[in-house]
T-cell receptor
């Protein structure tokens, strides 16, 4: 079974500063995908960034980047120049890479508050 | 409207009642999923479907029934609601490989069982 662990239930960061959210996972799969989802108060799940395990290069999307350490099974999210709109729950998620329906395994989430 | 929609957005029901949560997507995605979100658990998979008339259990299927007679619809039924089924329910769809396995989520349904 796949497990995803987010050890930081809550974090806060000053506006314009940088924050890193941690995520570790456990799997015996060699090829898989990793995701970070954002859930603002509206409850909508929004994909922030994704990483394919076979790619060594860390994914980047504007102010969001990841530090993917495959051997350590670690997948942290760095948010640079934090904005008030970044206040949300952040979920790390794992997906096996296989043909067919691929469901997501989620961590328990980190609640991030950006302080003005 | 294009995208994935869920109805109702909010529902209060009594223990023992049957409740159906609706999910509709306009992309003709093959794959559809139902998750529930609870504090301390993140999102957990209830059921999923690979195509019309093909469904399978996820991590927490007990007490739920699904059907998929049309590609675009994937209703979730609680046959006899219990308080432990109070949760927020999310439907998601995916085009599989053609969309790099990305899942698109609906806005969620908050269900309260009294």
């Amino acid at each position: 079974a796949q497990t995803v662990t987010q050890s930081q239930p809550e974090m806060s960061v000053q506006e314009a500063e940088t924050v890193t959210l941690s995520c570790t996972y456990d799997t015996s799969e060699s090829n898989y995908y990793l995701f970070w989802y954002k859930q603002p108060p509206s409850r909508q799940m929004i994909l922030v960034i994704r990483q394919e395990a076979y790619k060594q290069q860390n994914a980047t999307e504007n102010r969001f980047s990841v530090n993917f350490q495959k051997a350590a099974k670690s997948f942290s999210l760095k948010i640079s120049d934090s904005q008030l709109g970044d206040t949300a729950m952040y979920f790390c998620a794992f997906m096996k890479h296989r043909t067919g329906a691929n469901n997501l395994f989620f961590g328990t989430g980190t609640r991030l508050t950006v302080i003005p | 409207d294009a995208g994935i929609t869920q109805s109702p957005r909010y529902k209060i029901t009594e223990t023992g009642r049957q409740v159906t949560l609706m999910c509709h997507q306009t992309w003709s995605h093959s794959y559809m999923f139902w998750y529930r979100q609870d504090l301390g658990h993140g999102l957990r998979l209830i059921y999923y479907s690979a195509a019309a008339d093909i469904t399978d259990k996820g991590e927490v299927p007990d007490g739920y029934v699904v059907s998929r007679s049309k590609t675009e619809n994937f209703p979730l039924t609680l046959e006899s609601a219990t308080r432990s089924q109070t949760s927020v329910y999310f439907c998601a769809s995916s085009g599989g490989l053609e969309s790099s396995y990305e899942q698109y989520f609906g806005p969620g349904t908050r269900l309260t069982v009294t």
